[in-house]
C-alpha cells in the first residue's frame, strides 16, 4: 500500500505495463522531455528512452492514425491527446478508423491502442480547453471509454484497459491529478467493465463517474447528515462498456436515480443513462430519472460563470431533496 | 489613460514602431504581474515578450478593413492593429469589461470591429478561417486582405497546407504569417520537424515565400509591406518570422526543457531593446526622450490593471446569453428543467 495522487497512480500504471511488456510505446505532445502537460508521463523518458516515450509534433490526428497502425502493426501504444477538447480534430482516425477496423475487416484485426486524455472544468481554461466530450466517444460503436474517479481506478482501470484488444479512450478530469489516496497495485480490482457501489443507499440512487462522483458522494453525506436521506452512489468507472447490472438492484429498491455527469445535458452520458434507467426499472420509478448535468452551454473563462456550467455539491443536493419532499 | 485605436501604419518610421512594441512589451509584463496578483482569470497566459517585431512589423501594413486570426499567443498582435489593452487586460480577468465579457479570456479575446475574427486555443484553428476571409474579400470584390498569426508549432497541423493549396489554387488575398519563437509549447523546432526551413513548404505550394530575422523590426515590416501588397493584388503569401520565446510556454512554465545559455543568447535576440538602441545611436532619438516614451507606456499599462481588477464580474444571467443568436431562445437551464419535472410529480 502506498500513498500517492492519481497522477502518480496513472504513472505508476504506465511505468509497470511498460516494464512488463516491450510492446508498450507512449507517443503524443510533450510526453517526453517535458513529461506530459500535467506530469503524468514525468520521468518516463529518462526508464524508458525515446523510441518508446515519443514526443510528437503537433499533429493530434496523426498521432491518433500512428498509433492505429502501430496497435495493427504488434506495438502496444499509449497515445496521448493533451486535451479532450483536441478530439475533433482526431475524429476520423478514432471514429472511422479504429472504431471500426475491426468489423469492416471481418474479424482480421484488432486496434488495441488506448487513447489517453484529460476533460473537464476547472481552471479558467475557456471553452476550447475545458470541455467533457465522453458522449462523442460513447456515441461511437467499436469504441471502449474509461473514465477513473479514484487513486486506485488510475491504476488499476489504466492496467485494465491496456489490456483489452479494441480501442479504448481513457478519460481523466484535470481537477483530481493532485488528489491523493491509497493505492495497493497487487490488489484485485474490480474487474474491467464492473461498476462499483461506493455508497448503500435506499432512498435514491445517485450515477456518477469521474470527478462528478465526488461531489455525489459529498452530497450524499450533506443528504445524511442534514435530512437523514440515505443515497447510494454508483461509480460506473467505465462508460463503455455499462454494467447495468449493478444499477438494477440499487434503483429497483430505491424507486428513485439520478445520474450525474459533468457533459453537457443535451443528448449525452447523462441522457442515456437516464433513458436505460427508465426502460429498464419503469415499473419500479417513483419519479422521473433526473439529469444533473452541465449546462448546454460552452464553458466560460470567469472562474464564476465556469464554476456554474456544471453540477456542484450544492445543486446535486439541492436536487435529491426535491425529489424527496 | 488607456490609448483606444493606437497602431502603426504603413508610414511609421522606427520611433513608431519602437513605441507600438514598447507598448506590447509592456502589456505582456503587466498581465505576468495580474497573475502574480491573483487576478487573472486562470494560468493559461501565453506571453509573446521576444516576439513584438512580428506583430508591429507585420500590422503596420494591414489597412482598416482588412482581418486577421491569431493563436493563443496573440496579446501583441491584437494591441498592435488598435486593441484597447484595458479592455484587454479585464478579458484577460474574466470581468465583464473585457472585449467578450469574460467568456472568452486570454487565448480567446477578439473584436470583431477591429478585424480581429478570433484568437484560438486550438492550435492551426483559426487558419483556414483567412481562407474564407479571402473568398468573401475576392466575391465582394473588397480591396482587403486577411492574415493568419500561428506559432511554428502550428506547421504540424494538416490543417496549414490544405489551407496554403486553397489560398494558392484561388488566388486569394491571404497571407500566412508564421511567428517562429522556435519552441512549439516545450517542443524546440528542430524535435518536431526534420526541415525547419518552413518557407519551402509555402513555396511548394505556389505561394510568396520569405523567412525575415524578427531581431530588425523594418526588416519585418518591410516584408511585410511587400507580402501583404502582393496578396492584395491576388498572390497569396507566407511569412516566416525568426525570434525566440523570452519566457515559459505559459506563465507558469519556467522552461525547465532549455539550457540557460540558450536562454540568455535568445533573449540577446530582444527587437525592442534593438530598435531603442538603433534610435539612440543613430541620433534620432535621445535616451531622455526615449525614456520618457516609456514612461508614458507604463502609466498607461499599468491603468489596465486597475480597469481590470475593478470591473465588475459577469452576471450569472450572462451565462445562457450567446450560445445563439440573440432573437433566438436561449438554452434552458437544468435547473428549470428539473424544478419542472419534479413539480409535476
Not at chain 1, 483489452?164 to 481523466?172: A, S
Not at chain 1, 463503455?240 to 459533468?262: C, H, K, W, Y
Not at chain 1, 443535451?266 to 433526473?290: M, S, W
Request: with cysteine.
Amino acid at each position: 500500500m502506498i500513498e500517492t495522487t492519481y497522477r502518480g497512480a496513472l504513472r505508476q500504471a504506465l511505468t509497470d505495463a511498460m516494464q512488463e511488456n516491450e510492446a508498450v510505446v507512449i507517443m503524443g505532445e510533450e510526453v517526453g522531455r517535458y513529461g506530459g502537460a500535467y506530469g503524468v508521463t514525468k520521468g518516463l523518458i529518462d526508464e524508458f528512452g525515446e523510441d518508446r516515450v515519443i514526443d510528437t509534433p503537433i499533429s493530434e490526428a496523426a498521432i491518433v492514425g500512428a498509433a492505429v497502425g502501430a496497435a495493427m502493426a504488434g506495438l502496444r501504444p499509449v497515445a496521448e491527446l493533451m486535451y479532450v477538447d483536441f478530439i475533433g480534430m482526431t475524429m476520423d482516425q478514432l471514429a472511422n478508423q479504429a472504431a471500426k477496423i475491426r468489423y469492416m475487416f471481418g474479424g482480421q484485426i484488432g486496434v488495441p491502442m488506448i487513447l489517453r486524455t484529460q476533460g473537464g472544468t476547472g481552471r479558467s481554461a475557456g471553452a476550447q480547453h475545458s470541455q467533457s466530450l465522453e458522449a462523442y466517444v460513447m456515441h461511437t460503436p467499436g469504441l471502449r471509454l474509461a473514465m477513473p474517479a479514484t487513486v486506485e481506478d488510475a491504476y488499476h482501470l489504466l492496467r485494465q484497459a491496456m489490456k483489452q484488444p479494441d480501442p479504448v479512450v481513457f478519460i481523466e478530469h484535470k481537477g483530481l491529478y493532485t488528489m491523493k489516496g491509497e493505492l495497493d497495485t497487487s490488489a484485485e480490482p474490480a474487474a474491467w467493465g464492473k461498476a462499483r457501489v461506493m455508497r448503500e443507499g435506499s432512498d435514491v440512487v445517485i450515477v456518477s463517474y469521474s470527478r462528478q462522483l465526488h461531489h455525489a458522494l459529498a452530497a450524499a453525506d450533506t443528504l445524511e447528515k442534514e435530512n437523514g436521506i440515505q443515497a447510494a452512489v454508483v461509480d460506473l468507472r467505465t462508460l463503455n462498456p455499462i454494467d447495468f447490472a449493478t444499477i438494477r438492484p440499487l434503483v429497483e429498491q430505491a424507486g428513485r436515480a439520478m445520474v450525474v455527469s459533468e457533459g453537457v445535458m443535451t443528448a449525452g452520458v447523462a441522457a442515456e443513462l437516464a433513458a436505460r434507467i427508465t426502460e429498464e426499472c419503469f415499473d419500479y420509478l417513483e419519479d422521473p430519472v433526473v439529469r444533473v448535468a452541465g449546462e448546454d452551454i460552452p464553458i466560460s473563462v470567469s472562474p464564476l460563470l465556469e464554476k456554474h456550467s456544471v453540477p456542484t455539491p450544492e445543486f446535486i443536493t439541492e436536487v435529491a431533496r426535491m425529489m424527496l419532499k | 489613460m488607456t490609448e483606444k485605436n493606437s497602431m502603426p501604419g504603413s508610414n511609421s518610421g522606427l520611433p513608431d514602431l519602437y513605441r507600438h512594441m514598447r507598448r506590447v512589451r509592456t502589456f505582456e509584463e503587466r498581465v505576468g504581474e495580474l497573475f502574480v496578483r491573483g487576478k487573472s482569470a486562470g494560468s493559461m497566459l501565453h506571453l509573446s515578450v521576444g516576439e513584438e517585431s512580428a506583430a508591429v512589423g507585420v500590422c503596420s501594413h494591414m489597412h482598416d478593413g482588412d482581418t486577421f486570426t491569431t493563436h493563443h499567443r496573440g496579446h501583441g498582435i491584437f494591441l498592435a492593429r488598435g486593441a484597447d489593452p484595458a479592455r484587454m487586460m479585464a478579458e484577460i480577468a474574466g470581468k465583464e469589461t473585457g472585449y467578450c465579457h469574460g467568456k472568452g479570456g486570454s487565448m480567446h479575446i477578439a473584436d470583431m470591429g477591429l478585424g480581429h475574427l478570433g484568437a484560438n486555443a486550438i492550435v492551426g484553428g483559426g487558419i483556414p478561417a483567412v481562407v474564407g476571409a479571402g473568398l468573401a474579400a475576392r466575391n465582394g470584390k473588397k480591396d482587403v486582405v486577411s492574415l493568419a498569426f500561428f506559432g511554428d508549432g502550428a506547421t504540424g497541423q494538416g490543417i496549414l497546407y490544405e489551407s496554403m493549396n486553397m489560398a494558392a489554387l484561388w488566388r486569394l488575398p491571404v497571407m500566412f504569417v508564421c511567428i517562429n519563437n522556435q519552441y512549439g509549447m516545450g517542443t524546440r523546432i528542430d524535435q518536431a520537424t526534420a526541415n525547419p526551413r518552413l518557407h519551402e513548404r509555402a513555396e511548394a505550394f505556389g505561394l510568396v515565400a520569405r523567412t525575415v530575422d524578427g531581431l530588425e523590426v523594418e526588416e519585418v515590416a518591410d516584408a511585410a509591406a511587400e507580402l501583404i501588397a502582393g496578396a492584395r493584388a491576388g498572390k497569396p503569401a507566407f511569412l516566416a518570422i525568426e525570434c525566440y520565446r523570452f519566457y515559459g510556454h505559459a506563465r507558469k512554465d519556467k522552461s525547465p526543457y532549455r539550457a540557460e545559455a540558450e536562454e540568455a543568447e535568445g533573449r540577446n535576440k530582444d527587437p525592442v531593446l534593438r530598435a531603442r538602441t538603433k534610435l539612440i545611436e543613430s541620433g534620432i532619438m535621445a535616451e531622455t526622450d526615449l525614456d520618457a516614451m516609456d514612461a508614458e507606456i507604463a502609466q498607461e499599462m499599468d491603468a489596465t490593471i486597475d480597469f481590470a481588477v475593478s470591473g465588475n464580474e459577469p452576471q450569472m444571467s450572462s451565462m445562457f446569453r450567446d450560445v445563439y443568436a440573440p432573437e433566438e431562445a436561449e438554452p434552458e437551464p437544468v435547473r428549470t428543467r428539473i424544478e419542472r419535472i419534479l413539480a409535476r410529480q
